[in-house]
């Protein structure tokens, strides 16, 4: 028996020390990141960077389809790598995640977290990190990564009190939350990645360890949990997470504090481009100074902001913030109503018309040419982007695809036959104009059987095309109205206006067409209409709508729809009541009529028919 055991972890380790030698084969990382006279370095060279904070790398937080009540899930490996290769092409080395998260009271059912309670770590979100620093590796992007955080959002210093009875203020004094917390840190620094075979310790892809986000903690329990982590730790560096526009004092004093840093939102009486530029000057020859968090304000402000960190001692800065892809096709979505003034939303790349009002396009630009430059290097074209991966598909009105790192647009291609004769049906679609629904609706599509495949676009070229989908037998074509403007109307009465505001509250729709009691709008089919779905958000009380059926337009019989209430409570961003109004096998003609009985918002609207014959 002992000799088993003695063969069993004899071979345990030459398997760790195979996967730990090719995970080093597959880092593109040489060393750690240092710090000395007040700035950064990789190796002998200084370590300088433009990039943004990704606050969905470790946990999402922004699953929000129509039907879907838990926004919270883990990232998967597409999603990791779409990430940290979109980074790669902004011309980012450095990104910082979100907290360690930590279980809540409200939770609802399923929600993943890190910190279930103290001393008990959910395994599965760790794993997800393990795929998080493999991915960086690969990529050369490094990480900032906080380790606890002082709001409400994810879990924070609140919950390791409620644990012990404790207010979330004792999480700074309190001999018993320091253990809990430094219990925490432990299990983390000294973990090893089961992708890599890597203690976190001794990962190159790890920046630094920022004690926590935002965290109003005193300078003594900084100075504990910075000197814990170096006991367990001497290769990385330690961030004071400490809350402020403005570095304290006390953070540059402490010896076991290796980086500070600064946030920046509107609201304060000085420019960003200001207090960086102050902040750098307090910090120089003192301690690497990064600008962690800055956003919510004109891209002429950001530019200032930018070149602010360019042209002082300032290591870097990282905008917030970044969203990747949704696995599922298109993009994962953040409206920021709070400090972004229901105006910004989380960015994306490539910028879209989408983001119109808050300047995208030009504030994307802008820092990828910054990215490069504090590098000393050029900004370099762009490739033509990687085919997407077409998911298989049964209806032709509902297309959706995995896009490509750097493709601004999409084109859709259908054909008779699997051996060719493609046709081109749409070029330039925004992956970006629909939010959790399909990227594409062919809905000229005639009767019959076809094929689809799709090809990712930008200024570099065309990709090569995507997997093929199909046959999709086809009976039915279905006007596809996502209510941007009022072009696919055949008539309307009443007050109604496109909402492109309170997008988090209707899980982040980009645009709606609201009204109220009595507003009513027509829908003219080329066929009669034999089914239909109707996407709404309620801001108050739930008032129901009225659907009427008419062969020339004038005359219209009522038609019975069920509804579907997806509501699962107002939460922490006021969401409101997502209902869905369907019917199907309707009869009377080719003409829809919906009347609204209250104030409503329209997000979509799915009106199948008989499908044109060629």
């Keep these: 028996m002992n000799l088993k055991l003695n063969v069993f972890a004899a071979l345990s380790f030459v398997v760790l020390a195979v996967a730990s030698a090719a995970s080093a084969a597959d880092s593109t990382l040489s060393n750690f990141i240092t710090a000395r006279d007040g700035k950064l370095f990789d190796g002998e060279k200084e370590f300088r960077f433009i990039s943004f904070d990704i606050p969905n790398l470790l946990v999402v937080e922004d699953n929000v389809p129509f039907a879907e009540q838990n926004p919270w899930r883990l990232p998967d490996q597409f999603e990791i790598n779409d990430a940290l290769k979109t980074l790669q092409q902004l011309g980012g080395t450095v990104t910082r995640s979100y907290v360690i998260t930590v279980a809540k009271t409200n939770d609802l059912p399923g929600t993943p977290r890190h910190v279930l309670a103290a001393g008990k770590f959910n395994e599965a979100a760790f794993r997800t990190l393990d795929e998080v620093l493999a991915a960086a590796n690969r990529t050369g992007v490094r990480l900032i990564l906080p380790l606890v955080d002082n709001w409400v959002w994810q879990g924070g210093r609140a919950e390791y009190a409620g644990w012990r009875g404790k207010s979330k203020d004792d999480f700074w004094t309190d001999p018993q939350l320091i253990a809990d917390f430094e219990q925490t840190i432990h299990f983390i620094v000294t973990r090893t990645n089961t992708v890599t075979g890597v203690r976190y310790g001794d990962d190159k892809a790890i920046l630094c360890w920022e004690t926590g986000n935002e965290i109003s903690s005193p300078a003594e329990w900084t100075r504990e949990i910075a000197n814990y982590i170096k006991s367990l730790d001497t290769n ?30 509107p609201g304060n009486n000085k420019s960003f481009a200001e207090l960086i530029r102050a902040n750098a000057a307090m910090a120089k020859g003192k301690k690497p100074y990064v600008v962690g968090e800055f956003g919510f304000v004109s891209t002429a402000q950001m530019a200032d902001a930018l070149q602010a960190i ?39 790349w490539p910028a879209s018309a989408l983001g119109n009002d808050y300047d995208e396009m030009n504030l994307m630009a802008l820092v990828r040419s910054n990215a490069f430059s504090i590098r000393g290097l050029t900004v370099p074209l762009l490739h033509i982007p990687a085919p997407p991966k077409l998911f298989p598909l049964a209806d032709a009105a509902a297309i959706s695809w995995q896009g490509s790192v750097g493709a601004n647009s999409y084109q859709v291609e259908r054909a008779k036959n699997i051996t060719g004769d493609w046709q081109i049906i749409a070029t330039n679609v925004d992956e970006a104009f629909t939010q959790y629904r399909p990227q594409f609706a062919d809905e000229a599509v005639p009767a019959g059987k076809w094929f689809y495949r799709v090809r990712a676009k930008n200024e570099a070229g065309v990709s090569a095309p995507s997997n093929l989908v199909g046959p999709v037998k086809v009976k039915n074509a279905t006007l596809v109205d996502e209510l941007a403007d009022f072009s696919k109307i055949h008539s309307q009465s009443g007050n109604w206006k496109i909402a492109t505001h309170d997008c988090r509250a209707v899980k982040e729709d980009a645009h709606r067409a609201a009204g109220s009691a009595g507003d009513v709008l027509i829908y003219q089919l080329p066929n009669p209409v034999q089914n239909f779905r109707v996407f709404t958000f309620f801001p108050k009380e739930f008032s129901g709508l009225k659907f009427f059926i008419s062969a020339d337009g004038q005359n219209f019989q009522p038609v019975a729809a069920r509804s579907e209430n997806f509501f699962h409570g107002a939460g922490e961003y006021g969401y409101w009541q997502p209902v869905l109004f369907h019917a199907e096998k309707i009869s009377g003609g080719n003409f829809l009529k919906i009347e609204l009985t209250g104030e409503t918002q329209i997000g979509r609207v799915e009106i199948s028919h008989p499908a044109l014959t060629q």
């Design 310 to 348: 360019q042209e002082t001692s300032c290591a870097g800065g990282l905008l917030w913030s970044l969203r990747f892809r949704d696995r599922d096709g298109g993009f994962y979505w953040h409206s920021e109503p709070g400090l972004g003034g229901n105006l910004y939303k989380a960015f994306h």
């Design 236 to 265: 990385h560096l330690v961030m004071d997470g400490y809350g402020a526009s403005e570095l304290r004092p006390e953070s540059l004093a402490i010896p076991a504090v290796d980086i500070v840093t600064t946030h920046h939102y």
